[in-house]
């Protein structure tokens, strides 16, 4: 069975300074990993994925993520926030082509100006 | 780019209501999601359906139902509203390989349920 846990339901960072999200996950086969991001009062939209090609994934919106095997972590960061970035982040695995997917509980981003 | 519709954005309704929230999404995808999010709950799966007529219970079905006679529309009703169903409901949809392609998500219905 695929669970994920995100540490820290709330993180704080100033504008301009790094962001770093984290992600760790449980899964008995190789996992899938997502990252989304939601805006207030919308959908989820996809920030990034690992399909087991490339370690660090590049998403949109200057986002990547790396995943490590040997941390079982997928942690999200951006090296400069901006105040667009603030938003709530959703970390969620899979573990098969046809699984569904789990959720994380998600991590409230703040952008301090 | 796959697109996921979700009919009202805001809804207001009494309790006791049978209440109708309504998904439609254009790529032809075979799967689609219901959800209900709550502050510190995050995402919790109502129901899913991977096939037209075909649907399974998630981890939260008492007090819903759903409906999928199209393969694009998928309904997810409250037979008897009650205010502990007031929510944000998400939408979502995946293509066969939904473990690694991912979802689409609707932009949501916020649900107030008086």
């Known amino acids: 069975a695929q669970s994920v846990t995100q540490l820290g339901s709330h993180v704080s960072v100033s504008e301009g300074a790094l962001v770093l999200l984290r992600c760790n996950y449980s899964?008995?086969?190789?996992?899938?990993l997502f990252w989304y991001v939601q805006y207030p009062n919308q959908g989820l939209q996809l920030l990034l994925k690992?399909?087991?090609?490339?370690?660090l994934v590049k998403g949109i919106n200057g986002f990547e993520a790396e995943f490590k095997k040997s941390e079982t972590s997928f942690h999200l960061t951006k090296p400069s926030a901006h105040m667009s970035d603030a938003a709530e982040y959703f970390c969620?695995?899979?573990?098969?082509?046809?699984?569904?997917?789990?959720f994380g509980k998600g991590t409230r981003l703040h952008i301090l100006p | 780019d796959v697109k996921v519709t979700q009919s009202s954005r805001y809804l207001v309704k009494r309790t006791g209501e049978k209440v109708f929230l309504e998904c439609v999404q254009d790529?032809?995808?075979?799967?689609m999601f219901w959800y209900r999010q709550d502050p510190g709950l995050g995402l919790r799966l109502i129901y899913f359906?991977?096939?037209?007529?075909?649907?399974e219970k998630g981890d939260i079905p008492e007090g819903y139902s759903v409906s999928r006679e199209k393969k694009e529309r998928f309904s997810l009703i409250l037979e008897s509203a009650s205010t502990n169903q007031t929510s944000m409901y998400l939408c979502?949809?995946?293509?066969?390989?939904?473990?690694?392609?991912?979802?689409?998500f609707g932009s949501g219905t916020r649900l107030t349920v008086v």
């Open positions: 359906s991977y096939d037209v007529k075909m649907k």
């Open positions: 979502a949809s995946s293509g066969g390989g939904q473990g690694n392609y991912g979802y689409t």
């Open positions: 690992y399909t087991s090609a490339a370690t």
């Open positions: 969620a695995v899979s573990g098969r082509r046809d699984d569904k997917i789990i």
């Open positions: 899964s008995s086969v190789p996992p899938y």
């Open positions: 790529m032809d995808h075979e799967n």
